[in-house]
Every structure is written in structure tokens, then in C-alpha cells.
């Protein structure tokens, strides 16, 4: 899923190689490549992995570095855009607003009771686009303003883990706790 998510991204966020060679070398075409690059993308959701996970930082591509993020598009040398080379090796990463979730001990999304480990897991994350951080398109994800809702009766007890919903008795809320993030409009 994650890899899939990835290939959307890079699909929404530039153009595929046959476009970008039809993209002449003149003034004004690297704001327009730019503006693309900058587009409001939030994936969110349940990715089945924590936000350190393989899946999630080497096929998604969402990372907890803005270094990573931050870069836009630069034209090669003597020409007004990039080699066509360098555009189409060039991925978009996401940045993965979950990360300093991770620095709360025994925080997590969903809670995972198996022989090897009892261990709360953030598998419910939102990872923005490098327009949507920075507000270059109009709205802004809010930095650090992820959090997991929770009430007591969906976190009952000491531990407060996840109360699922029980089929039979008609009682309980998921096995998963919902995220929110604020997102502003500029």
C-alpha cells in the first residue's frame, strides 16, 4: 500500500517523462514545475506500520527530516530547467507529521497484545506535502499539531488502550484511536 501511495504522490506532484520533454527550456517554466511540486497533498490514515517502518520511509517516502523536504526544483546549469535526467530521477518526499508522537512513552494508535510483544504501535499517521508544510498553496498543516483523540470511555483503565467495539453487545468504539491535525488556511 505504502508503494502505491508513493507512485500517487510522485504522479500528482510532477510529470511523467513524456510531458517533461515537452516542457520547452524558457523563462517562467520552472515556477510552473515548482507550482506543481508545491501542490496540497495529506495522506492519512491507517498505514499498517509504525513511522519509522521500511514501508513507510523508503517506499512512501515520508520522512521526519524536512531536510529531505524542503528542496525545490532547480534548474541545471545554462539552461531554465532541469535535465530531463534530473527531473525524472528526483522524488517528492512527504513529510510525516506523526514522528514526535513517538517521543510519548507507551502513546500509540493501536494497541498490539501478541506472544512476542504487548506494545502500542502509531499505525494511524499524517504525512503532508512540502506545499502543504510550508503554505506555499494556500493552506498550512499546523506543525505539532497531530494528536491522537481519545476520551475515557474510548480509553478506559490505567493503561488507556483502545476499548474495541464488540459486535455482540453493541458496545465499544475501534481498535485503532483517531488522529486529528489542524490545517490553515492562508
Not at 530521477?89 to 512527504?94: G, H, I, S
Amino acid at each position: 500500500m505504502a508503494e502505491r501511495c508513493g507512485q500517487i504522490v510522485n504522479e500528482l506532484l510532477k510529470l511523467d517523462r513524456q510531458a517533461y520533454a515537452e516542457v520547452p527550456d524558457v523563462a517562467g517554466e520552472l515556477e510552473k514545475l515548482n507550482a506543481r511540486w508545491n501542490r496540497n497533498i495529506v495522506l492519512m490514515g491507517d498505514f499498517n506500520d509504525d513511522p519509522f517502518c521500511r514501508s513507510v520511509t523508503d517506499y512512501l517516502l515520508a520522512s521526519k527530516d524536512l531536510d529531505k523536504v524542503e528542496e525545490l526544483v532547480k534548474a541545471s546549469p545554462n539552461h531554465q530547467i532541469p535535465s530531463i535526467e534530473a527531473y525524472i530521477k528526483r522524488q517528492p518526499t512527504l513529510f510525516n507529521l506523526s514522528w514526535p508522537m513517538l517521543a510519548q512513552p507507551d502513546k500509540g494508535t493501536i494497541f498490539f497484545s501478541g506472544e512476542s510483544a504487548n506494545t502500542m504501535n502509531l499505525f494511524d499517521q499524517f504525512m503532508v506535502s512540502r506545499g502543504l508544510f510550508y503554505g506555499e498553496s494556500g493552506l498550512q498543516a499546523r506543525p505539532n499539531s497531530m494528536q491522537i483523540f481519545t476520551t475515557p470511555e474510548m480509553a478506559p483503565g490505567n493503561k488507556q488502550r483502545p476499548k474495541a467495539f464488540d459486535k455482540q453487545t453493541r458496545k465499544g468504539f475501534s481498535d485503532h484511536f483517531p488522529v486529528e491535525m489542524i490545517i490553515d488556511v492562508l
